[in-house]
């Protein structure tokens, strides 16, 4: 063993793998329900894009999370693990009637709309089925968020949601409507967030659209503010569990929840990030002319984080002891930005030594793809090995 990581087992598998720390997941749960716990009427969801394991969905489901789907893919992947068809949310801004469909067949808990025209479609559908959809309106709050800009979801510029000058407008068309009920609010401002000003800057703005619907003697039942908190990618030992009671004091401090009111969270990355590693084996040390290259047989295939938001991942020898060197990690990928990381500083690696690159529960296994003909990366656990 060297840290958490069984490496003799390792030596005798197939890499690249996921490995995932179930122990640290359930220790993350229970952080998350020891925290919202203390607040009436928080509800916390899993966003499924994160990360969809079916060995971790079971275990985030045993923990009593509901889920936020985004496409009927997930809806589905959802149901065969045994989420509460009851505390599914279905968001995304392009949603296919196949995929209503399977919501309304399924009478999940809402849809999470981000246009008129969406809206219409479904109160088409659930009328030729003889149900009521309940919905709520994601709106754009025009929140920025300090983090990538790739991943930033709640301003005016981005896809997401309704303008917020159009949200009376919409409430009113939803009232033509003769099956589609109005049940909440949806806010998303975007991903990775450390800042706790940004979640305030959105209770605010909540705060507001709040009370000028009062104004026109509307109450939502629900108000779902999404997720966003971010983990320490730096650190992932010292800091493996992210700070969940800063996280909901925030929005209990900040938000006016009206009498009887419910506020729901979409947490992904948070849950599952630190819990994951990619497990890969060193193919080769190359000697550049200014550098060594620690060529691996993981790719962008498996891990597309670094390449697509220039992402920082921390990455261990598990194999070695010996003095640090620094290397370029590159995979085998025929493109230029199959990067994991630049001058890191590694225990002398050598080729057939197996490296970890840590904090990639999240948006890692699920973003895998086969370019260049590869195979998938499996995910294991450790009643797998």
Known sequence: MKGTFPVERFATMRTPFYYYDTELLRKTLQSINDEANKHKGFVVHYAIKANANPKLLRIIRDAGLGADCVSGGEIETCLKVGFPSSKIVFAGVGKSDWEINLGLDNDIFCFNVESVPELEVIDELAQAKGKTARVAFRLNPNVGAHTH???????????????????????????????????????????????????????????????????????????????????????????????????????????????????????????????????????????????????????????????????????????????????????????????????????????????????AGAYGEIMASGYNCRQLPQGYTPDDL
């Open 149 to 359: 800009a790739n991943i930033t979801t709640g301003l005016a510029e981005n896809k997401f949601g309704i303008a917020m000058r159009d949200m009376l407008p919409v409430i009113e068309r939803a009232s033509q409507l003769s099956h589609v009920k109005v049940v909440g609010l949806h806010f998303h401002i975007g991903s990775q967030i450390l800042d706790m000003g940004d979640f305030q800057a959105l209770c605010n703005r909540v705060n507001e659209l709040q009370a000028l619907l009062e104004q026109h003697r509307i109450i939502v039942e629900h108000i779902n503010v999404g997720g966003g908190l971010g983990i320490d990618y730096q650190h992932p030992n010292r800091v493996p569990i992210p700070d969940f009671k800063a996280y909901f004091d925030t929005y209990a401090r900040q938000l006016r929840l009206r009498p009887g009111q419910t506020l729901h969270f979409e947490l992904g990355r948070a849950v599952v990030a630190q819990c994951g590693s990619l497990i890969t084996r060193t193919l080769y040390i190359k000697e550049g002319a200014t550098k060594k290259f620690a060529i691996v047989d993981a790719g962008f295939t498996d891990l597309i984080r670094p390449a697509l938001y220039q992402a920082y991942h921390k990455i261990e020898n598990i194999s070695s002891d010996e003095p640090t060197d620094t290397y370029d990690v590159v995979g085998p990928i025929c493109e230029s930005t199959d990067v994991f990381a630049k001058q890191t500083d590694l225990n002398r690696t050598r080729r057939g030594d197996l490296l970890a690159i840590r904090s």
